[in-house]
């Protein structure tokens, strides 16, 4: 199946999964790079993160594997489509390991747009995609997603319905909107169950996890460009998120100058629109 039908199976469903969508080396490999954080990672605290699961970011900095997952051709095309017609350019929101242990209790169903306190239900804000790095099942903790639950209609019924659980195997990867309820399930077997979650949302969104720390200028320098940008290394116009006026990707030069001149980044109408009345101006 092509993107477009993924994107619109997301879209009518709040969800989907794709069966084999990373090869299982490259999968094999990130999951080799990150068992020495996993076991350096202490367990988490709260009722929300859980008292028996442990998390960590900053995932492309960790291993370069990741990348492969975070800039997957058809997971941003599919983020591009469903959220390029609510702003000028997507951003990175989160790329994290979980690891759920044995005992952890079920997670509290929720829906990962209320982070954010804007209204909800004309467009989304976010797109996450759950990489598994092993088996995904019923009683290891897999994912549980309300169908439907997503969007203007699901947000206003007052039950998000019962879940299905996200079974499948590592290479898959599990969709899901930002508006969509979803919560890690209860681990009831006697072995850890791991994955990574990649989250893209709305370029003018404060991210998740907040990039500029996780990948300051000389760890971004080794990204290539369309990496850098989506890590935040971009604007998003009209001017925001730059640097001293400037896209921030000007720190990823080799030499940076100590003073800056500053220099528009409008959309095409805006620039049109200003032009037009400097041009009047003068007349």
């Known amino acids: 199946m092509s993107a477009e039908t993924w994107t619109a199976e997301l879209l009518e469903k709040g ?3 794709i069966p084999g969508l990373a090869p299982g080396d490259v999968i094999e490999e ?3 790079d990150l068992d020495p954080v996993f076991a350096a ?3 988490g605290q709260g009722h929300f993160y859980g008292y028996r699961t442990k998390r960590f970011g900053g995932l492309l900095k960790r291993s370069r594997r990741a990348e492969a997952l975070v800039m997957h051709p058809d997971i941003l095309a599919m983020a591009e489509a469903v959220l390029g017609n609510a702003c000028d350019r997507i951003q990175l929101n989160v790329a994290q390991a979980i690891e759920i242990h044995p ?6 169903p929720h829906r990962d747009h209320d982070m954010w306190s804007g209204e909800k239900g004309a467009h989304e804000y976010l797109v996450n995609v759950i990489w598994p790095l092993d088996p995904f099942t ?3 903790g897999a994912t549980q997603i309300y169908p439907f639950s997503h969007g203007a209609e699901g947000l206003v019924r007052e039950e998000p319905g019962e879940p ?3 079974e499948c195997e590592p290479g898959s990867a599990i969709c899901f909107l930002g508006s969509t ?10 072995r850890r169950r791991r994955a990574i979650v990649v989250g893209y949302s709305l370029g003018w969104l404060k991210p998740y996890e907040n990039l500029w720390l996780s990948y300051p200028p000389e760890v971004a320098r080794e ?3 369309e990496l850098a940008a989506l890590a935040g290394y971009a604007q998003h116009r009209p001017n925001l998120g730059n640097y001293e006026g400037q896209c921030p990707s000007v720190l990823l030069q080799e030499v940076v100058p100590a003073h800056i001149g500053a220099v528009d980044a409008l959309r095409p109408d805006q620039a049109e629109m200003i032009a037009g009345f400097a041009q009047a101006a003068l007349d």
């Open 223 to 225: 990204f290539t460009q």
């Open 103 to 108: 005992g952890e209790a079920r997670q509290f």
């Open 138 to 140: 019923e009683v290891n």
């Open 15 to 17: 969800y989907c999964i």
């Open 30 to 32: 990130l999951a080799a």
């Open 181 to 190: 309820a979803h919560g890690a399930g209860a681990n009831r077997t006697d």
């Open 164 to 166: 299905i659980v996200a």
């Open 41 to 43: 990672t202490p367990i």
